[in-house]
């Protein structure tokens, strides 16, 4: 095990944990804002890469697809808003699971009479193939620009949120729902408008790791558990939660997944600490959140006081 | 004809038509629709558990999978160790269905145990979340462990017995989940009934008040917890024999997502909601899945429908509204 092989992990780690925050942001804020929990975010996630892909090979440019699949998961989840999601705010968290996982299986079948049962590939933008130094590793330059990407969309969501008239409104909303609809903001829009948002970085995170993954029907629920995990570690509704949590998850998963079986390795039997390292990492982020959980029933950042 | 006395005679009839349809299948040689309805009359069993914690406590576990899968990797274990003339920690295995139903049903209390103690410090949306974090980390563990056919499970070659029946035959295996079904259903209604059902039900419907009574609400949560994740295992034990194959897809979250869909389909808190949501969810799945292979959109569309505008479910919707919140 060598240092190059650390750093490389931990970059992925890195790179994991920020995707994971483009996902859990809206999720987030959604929740946040609105006091719902949708499970159907990983179909907006899945919705943007198909979308991605698809205008990907028809038109031959990755960017004209990744503009495609944010605007349609944005769409998309703009228009479940004001058909169905509108309807369960007042609704108790029950109700909004069942009408949620009622979305995930419309959409996901919906997906599968669109494009076929088939997954679909999405190539890496030629400008961003191959790997670059970073002195002791080699890196992938496209998992490197993720890590940039990410960054930049966090930082941006930021000034959103502090800098903007519309974040105002976000942050007022979170903390008090009646008062700004007595002020005579259009709360209905707000809430269209929010869910829109988060859609869109579903789809953005789903499209970005489109590329280097397959793109498949059901390809959003295992990163929608995973989001979830996130900002119930960060606090549910807190933004900075969120990053802080979707990082922790990130490093902690990919490290785990690297570093137990060799751990494991030192005193066992190869083949069987290989067994028990990759059983207990793959456990290794829901015990983390289920400690936070019990040491902090509101998660690391809560963000309701 | 008052709504309590509309539902007790629609309980009779899905008792009856579940019993009904399968006999006729017996008599016109029909072994599909026989196991069809063992699987109804199973997958009630566990949402049966479930409606304890849901119904009746309103506590919201999106991790029940993880029950029905410990049961059933306890069938499936102890008939691979008796298969293959093997020990597990010392003791033999075994193919009686018995002590497989008892050790399922105490090892999935146990567990239970465990994870509502630390669940039900949290509330709501947190709630929701660990018992689903709790499922997902028994989902990959059997997913990675291998000595069991991880990812791709473990078959059981002979169904396991029972004293005096012949499992193999469709027929009997169908009484036998009947009986259980019949003798879950008369536990869950003496649990409702009783003293203890109804400190439960006062805990859901204000749990300020109940502990102003004197009810202390986290022991009683907890053991109806712990009594629905032990009828949830006896259920995926009995799922494993059916299928004569266990999986971690047992314990998948979508299964925990189908039991809630299967309680809020037949009626939330309802007797045999559990059993009308079951039929409901398989018949859609049989009559819908040989029309289209697109039924789970169809099946999505109906669930929202239910969710937004008809939210006593099918009992509900047939035997008319509980007056006192059930």
């Known amino acids: ?305 | 004809m008052d709504s309590t006395r509309k539902e007790w005679l629609l309980n009779a009839l899905i008792a009856g038509a579940l019993f009904a349809v399968p006999l006729w299948a017996c008599v016109v040689n029909e072994p599909f629709i026989i196991t069809l309805a063992t699987r109804i009359a199973i997958l009630a069993i566990a949402a049966v558990g479930l409606n304890i914690a849901l119904g009746l406590g309103g506590m919201v576990s999106f991790g029940h999978a993880l029950y029905l899968g410990l049961g059933g990797y306890v069938a499936g274990i102890a008939a691979h160790h008796a298969f293959h003339g093997t020990e597990i920690l010392g003791l033999p295995g075994t193919n009686q269905m018995l002590p497989i139903w008892a050790l399922a049903t105490v090892l999935s209390g146990l567990v239970a145990g465990v994870v509502g103690a630390l669940s039900l410090r949290t509330s709501g949306i947190f709630f929701i979340m660990i018992t689903l974090a709790f499922a997902q980390m028994g989902f990959f563990f059997t997913l990675s462990w291998p000595a069991y056919g991880g990812e791709d499970g473990l078959p059981i070659f002979v169904r396991n017995q029972f004293p005096g029946l012949n499992t193999a035959r469709p027929w009997e295996m169908f009484l036998l989940a009947y009986a259980v079904l019949m003798l879950c259903l008369a536990a869950f209604a003496g649990l409702r009934a009783a003293r203890f059902g109804a400190a439960l039900m006062a805990i859901r419907q204000n749990p300020d008040r109940a502990a102003a009574l004197g009810i202390s609400p986290f022991g009683i949560k907890l053991v109806a917890f712990v009594l629905s994740g032990m009828i949830t295992g006896l259920a995926g034990a009995m799922m494993a024999d059916l299928t004569r194959f266990v999986s971690p897809a047992m314990m998948a979250w979508t299964v925990s997502g189908e039991l809630i869909v299967i309680i809020i389909l037949g009626g939330v808190g309802r007797l045999f909601g559990p059993v009308a949501g079951a039929a409901i969810l398989v018949g859609f799945e049989v009559f819908f899945g040989g029309l289209t292979e697109h039924w789970k959109l169809w099946l999505g569309l109906v669930l929202l429908a239910v969710v937004l505008f008809a939210r006593g479910g099918f009992i509900g919707l047939l035997a008319g509204r509980v007056r006192h919140g059930g």
């Open chain 1, 1 to 305: 095990m060598t240092l190059a092989l650390v750093l490389e992990q931990l970059l992925n780690g890195v790179q994991f944990g920020l995707m994971l925050f483009l996902m859990s942001a809206g999720l987030t804020l959604v929740f946040g804002v609105m006091g719902l929990i949708n499970l159907a975010h990983g179909s907006l996630y899945m919705i943007g890469a198909f979308l991605c892909a698809a205008v990907a090979a028809a038109s031959g440019n990755f960017w004209l697809g990744l503009v495609a699949g944010i605007a349609a998961a944005a769409a998309a989840g703009a228009l479940i808003e004001i058909l169905v999601i509108r309807r369960l705010y007042a609704r108790d968290h029950l109700d909004q699971v069942l009408a949620t996982f009622a979305l995930i299986l419309i959409l996901s079948e919906g997906v599968r009479m669109v494009f076929g049962p088939f997954p679909l590939y999405l190539n890496v933008p030629e400008a961003l193939r191959g790997t670059v130094s970073l002195g002791i590793v080699e890196y992938s330059v496209y998992r490197l620009a993720l890590i940039g990407f990410g960054l930049a969309v966090a930082l941006g969501l930021w000034a959103l949120i502090a800098k903007t008239r519309l974040g105002i409104r976000i942050r007022a909303g979170e903390s008090d729902r009646e008062m700004i609809a007595a002020l005579g903001v259009n709360i209905r829009a707000l809430y269209t408008i929010v869910f829109a948002l988060g859609a869109g970085l579903a789809g953005l995170a789903g499209a970005l790791v489109g590329a280097i993954q397959s793109v498949q029907v059901g390809m959003g629920e295992p990163v929608l558990i995973l989001a979830f995990v996130v900002i119930v570690i960060g606090g549910i509704g807190s933004i900075r939660g969120a990053m802080v949590g979707a990082l922790l998850v990130g490093v902690i998963d990919t490290m785990g997944r690297f570093l137990l079986p060799r751990f494991f390795a030192t005193f066992m039997e190869t083949s069987q600490a290989m067994g028990v390292g990759a059983a207990l990492a793959s456990m290794l982020i829901y015990l983390l959140m289920a400690l936070v959980l019990i040491f902090r029933p509101k998660g690391l950042f809560p963000a309701h006081g």
